[in-house]
C-alpha cells in the first residue's frame, strides 16, 4: 500500500540526506589527504554530532512555529480572541502569515461583536413585544421565546425544550398550539440557518377587531334593514290607516292600496333573496364555455335594453352561471345609471399572463362615488339595494380574481374583471 509522505516527514529526509552527505564528502577528502581510519572515524563523529544537532533544531523551530499557528487558528475558531501569537521575526517566512491570520482574527472578532449586538437588540426588541414569539432549530428544540410567549403558554420554556414537550404540534412542516386556536392568527415560517432547516412560531390576538367588526356588521345590517323595513312598512301602514280611516270601502280603492302592498312586500323580499345570495354565495364550478352564448342569456333577461357588443375571445373559464348573474346585475346597472336615449354597452375579452380578463365599458354618466361602488348596501340610487355590484365582486373573488371600477375621462364607466384561467 502506497503512503505519501507529510511536510514534516519530507523535511526530516532532506536535512538527513544533508547530513550524510556533508559526512561523505568530509570523509572522501581526508581520505584523500592520507588519514588513517581512526582518524577519519574520530573525524566523522565529531562533525555528526553538531550537524544532527542543527538539523534537529531546525525541524524542532519550524514545528513549533507550525503548531503555534495551528493552536491560534483552532483557539481563533472557538471564539476567544484573548490568546496573542508570538511575534516573528521580520525575515521569517511565516510573518506574513501571520499578519494575515491576525488580521482575518481582527475582522471576524469584529463581526461577531457586530452579530451580538444585533442579537441583543433583536432579543430586546423581541421581548418587548406584545406578540408570541418562539424560535426552534433543526431539531425542533426551543431556541428563543419572548415574555408574550411564555406569558400565554403558562408552563415552563426552558432552551432546549422539544417542540412537542411544549405542546406545539408540526404538521405539513408547519407548527401550530392548541392555545392559539380561538380568535388568534397564527403564522409559521420555515427558514435555513447554517444550511440547517428552523421554524419561527407567532400568533396575534385578533379577538378585538373580530369584534368590531362583528359589531359594525351588525350595526350595518340593522341599519339597512330597519332602512329597507321602514320604506316598506310606513307607506304600507299609512295605506292601511287611510282605508281604515273611511266608512265606506271603494272597491277600487281597496284595490289600489292591496296592490301598493303587494308591491312594497316584493319589493322588501326581493332585498331579503338579494342579501341572501350575497352572504351565501356557493363556490364557483369553473369550466370553458361559449362566452356569446352567456352574453345573449344576459341580454334576454334585461329585455334587450341595451345594445350589447363584443370582442375578443369566445370562449371563458369560469362558472357560467356566476357569469351569466354578473353580466345581468351590471347591464341592468347600466342601463338604470344611462341618462341617454339609448343604452351602449362595449366587452372586450382577452387572455393576460394565464389569466382571463374581462372588460366592460358603458356609455353612461360613470359612478358617482367610486370610493363606496363596491361597498355592500351602499346606493346612490332611489330605487336600489346597493348589493348587485358588490355580488359581481364577491363572484370575482371567489375565482381568485378580482373586480376593478373606474371612470373613463370622457364618460361612462369600466369594470374589469380578472382571474386565473384552468386547464
Not at 526530516?12 to 572522501?28: E, M, P
Not at 431556541?143 to 414537550?165: C, F, W
Not at 342569456?297 to 351569466?324: I, R
Request: proline residues 3%.
Amino acid at each position: 500500500m502506497k503512503h505519501k509522505f507529510s511536510h514534516e516527514h519530507w523535511l526530516l529526509f532532506t536535512l538527513s540526506c544533508l547530513v550524510l552527505i556533508i559526512l561523505a564528502l568530509s570523509t572522501a577528502l581526508v581520505w584523500h589527504l592520507g588519514w588513517s581510519l581512526l582518524a577519519i572515524a574520530t573525524l566523522v563523529f565529531v562533525i555528526s554530532y553538531p550537524l544532527i544537532w542543527l538539523a534537529w533544531q531546525g525541524v524542532h523551530l519550524w514545528r513549533d512555529t507550525i503548531m503555534q499557528l495551528t493552536t491560534y487558528t483552532q483557539v481563533l475558531k472557538e471564539g476567544d480572541v484573548t490568546l496573542k501569537f508570538k511575534a516573528q521575526h521580520q525575515d521569517n517566512l511565516l510573518a506574513e502569515l501571520q499578519r494575515e491570520i491576525a488580521s482575518l482574527a481582527m475582522t471576524s472578532q469584529h463581526k461577531n461583536q457586530q452579530s451580538q449586538s444585533l442579537e441583543s437588540l433583536l432579543s430586546h426588541i423581541l421581548d418587548s413585544w406584545p406578540i408570541p414569539v418562539c424560535l426552534f432549530d433543526e431539531e425542533n428544540k426551543l431556541t428563543y421565546r419572548n415574555t408574550a410567549m411564555k406569558e400565554k403558554i403558562q408552563q415552563p420554556m426552558l432552551m432546549g425544550s422539544l417542540a412537542s414537550e411544549l405542546g406545539f404540534l408540526l404538521e405539513h412542516d408547519r407548527l401550530s398550539h392548541p392555545q392559539f386556536d380561538h380568535q388568534w392568527q397564527c403564522q409559521s415560517i420555515s427558514y435555513l440557518y447554517q444550511n440547517k432547516k428552523c421554524h419561527i412560531f407567532s400568533a396575534l390576538d385578533i379577538s378585538k377587531p373580530l369584534h368590531q367588526q362583528q359589531s359594525a356588521t351588525q350595526q350595518n345590517l340593522i341599519r339597512v334593514l330597519a332602512h329597507e323595513l321602514r320604506n316598506s312598512l310606513t307607506p304600507m301602514a299609512s295605506m292601511a290607516d287611510t282605508l281604515l280611516s273611511t266608512d265606506t270601502f271603494n272597491e277600487e280603492q281597496v284595490k289600489l292600496v292591496l296592490q301598493r302592498i303587494q308591491q312594497r312586500s316584493n319589493r322588501l323580499l326581493s332585498f331579503i333573496e338579494e342579501y341572501t345570495q350575497l352572504s351565501q354565495l356557493p363556490a364557483p364550478k369553473s369550466t370553458w364555455f361559449n362566452f356569446n352564448e352567456v352574453v345573449d342569456e344576459a341580454k334576454s333577461m334585461t329585455l334587450g335594453q341595451c345594445k350589447v357588443s363584443l370582442q375578443g375571445n369566445e370562449q371563458c373559464f369560469a362558472d357560467s352561471k356566476q357569469m351569466s348573474q354578473i353580466l345581468i346585475n351590471l347591464f341592468k346597472n347600466a342601463h338604470e345609471a344611462c341618462d341617454k336615449e339609448h343604452c351602449e354597452i362595449n366587452i372586450k375579452t382577452y387572455f393576460q399572463h394565464e389569466k382571463q380578463v374581462i372588460e366592460i365599458v358603458d356609455n353612461g354618466p360613470g359612478f358617482a362615488n367610486l370610493d363606496n361602488a363596491l361597498t355592500p348596501f351602499y346606493t346612490t340610487k332611489h330605487h336600489g339595494s346597493g348589493i348587485g355590484l358588490s355580488l359581481c365582486a364577491e363572484i370575482a373573488r371567489n375565482h381568485g380574481g378580482e373586480l376593478t371600477i373606474i371612470n373613463n375621462a370622457s364618460s361612462g364607466a369600466k369594470i374589469t374583471m380578472i382571474w386565473p384561467i384552468g386547464p
